[in-house]
């Protein structure tokens, strides 16, 4: 399995509260993404990132902002968080621009009250 | 209108049965094709990737036909290991995947 590691794995929080979700990999990968999974709904992209420092909006991405300091490491800030923004969280990572092959971490289930 | 839309089931088969379902998308630009596997409460996983000839991996066949905007997978000889859900995937941007919301498969001993 590639080395891809969320945290944390379950969090519950309040309503306007910011919260940060951690994205860590081993794999020396390049690109790397942030969905959410709801039900009756297909995994919707938040953010990605090409590269360090090199992040970009996806379909679903207010509300929500994202660093990439390091190769390893993509952070997912919910800036106030809502109830609209409980989901499952899934982190991806690849090598190719194209996405030929997706690797997901393990998925943080968010809560907010 | 979404973009890939599937057949949520739950289709239920008995064991060494044959199951298939399809997806469709909307965009005719669409370059290519993923099935990806999704146990409950866990991460996606890829199954296959779907080329214009059609393939084959071991029991899972896929296929694609582009002049009515659709993919199928075949599952032969149905396992209980084969339950779970299937997304249906699609690339037509860099970066940007389209997820259909999953077909749930359940087989039964």
């Known amino acids: 399995d590639a080395g891809i590691t969320q945290s944390p794995r379950h969090k519950v929080t309040e309503t306007g509260t910011p919260v940060t979700l951690r994205c860590h990999q081993t794999e020396n990968h390049r690109y790397m993404y942030w969905y959410r999974q709801d039900p009756g709904h297909g995994l919707r992209l938040i953010h990605y990132s090409y590269g360090v420092k090199d992040t970009d909006k996806g379909e679903v991405s207010d509300g929500y902002s994202v660093s990439r300091s390091k190769t390893e490491d993509f952070l997912l800030t919910l800036e106030s968080a809502t109830s609209s923004q409980t989901s499952v969280y899934f982190c991806a990572i690849s090598d190719t621009a194209t996405n030929e092959k997706l690797f997901f971490g393990s998925g943080t289930q968010l809560s907010v009250l | 209108r979404k973009e890939v839309e599937q057949d949520p089931g739950p289709f239920n088969v008995p064991e060494g049965a044959t199951v298939a379902f399809n997806c469709t998308y909307s965009?005719?630009?669409?370059?290519?094709f993923f099935w990806y596997r999704q146990d409950c409460r866990k991460e996606p996983k890829l199954l296959m990737s779907?080329?214009?000839s059609g393939n084959e991996d071991g029991r899972f066949t896929a296929q694609l036909n582009r002049a009515s905007q659709y993919i199928s997978l075949l599952i032969r000889d149905s396992k209980l290991s084969d339950s779970a859900t299937y997304l249906c995937v699609v690339n037509y941007n860099d970066y940007k995947l389209s997820f259909g919301a999953g077909t749930t498969v359940t087989v039964r001993a």
């Open positions: 965009n005719s630009a669409s370059q290519s």
């Open positions: 779907v080329y214009s």
